[in-house]
């Protein structure tokens, strides 16, 4: 996995969510939820971009899922005996940016999405580069032309 995409979880401490990639919840979350103490491992995200000189606003959600190996019990026709974690996490982006002049829906999987304009026919890859302040979008970042856009959070909150 990308080194670079492993700083989501360093981000998700710097914007108040400590354990995004799973974990507890602490008991004063306002998720309702049954006890078992695990905590959500989905988050909201929203940002303000500067998109080309035009104001947007971004909407995603991320959602941590750990990756897993089965174990298998012996023999010519093993049984599945167990499950382990393998300690890595895959992430799944989902969302919308809006601006006044065009909207736009994403689904992705770790450090890259795919966009679909809503109100129009354009398709295209982004990948997301996680800064201080936000996000860096590099639109078409295998070519041609890769473009780079900034983004700041504006909030954050588990689901």
């Known amino acids: 996995m990308n080194t670079r995409w492993h700083l989501v979880l360093a981000a998700c401490a710097a914007w108040g969510l400590l354990g995004c990639g799973g974990g507890g919840d602490g008991g004063g ?3 309702g939820g049954g006890g078992g103490g695990g905590g959500s491992n989905t988050a909201e995200f929203v ?9 947007a606003v971004m909407t995603m959600q991320v959602e941590a899922v750990a ?7 012996p023999g010519p026709t093993p049984q599945i005996t167990g499950v382990i974690g393998n300690g890595s996490f895959i992430y ?3 969302g919308s940016v809006a601006s006044s002049t065009a909207q736009y829906s994403f689904r992705g999987e770790n450090q890259y999405a795919d966009f679909t304009m809503l109100n129009g026919n354009d398709r295209f890859t982004v990948e997301w580069i996680v800064t201080a302040p936000g996000l860096t979008i590099r639109v078409n970042p295998f070519g041609p032309g890769p473009t780079q856009y900034d983004c700041v959070l504006r909030s954050s909150r588990r689901l």
């Open 92 to 94: 799944y982006t989902a």
């Open 47 to 55: 940002f303000d971009c500067n998109i080309g000189g035009l104001n």
């Open 29 to 31: 979350g306002d998720g």
């Open 67 to 73: 990756s897993s190996g089965a174990v298998w019990g």
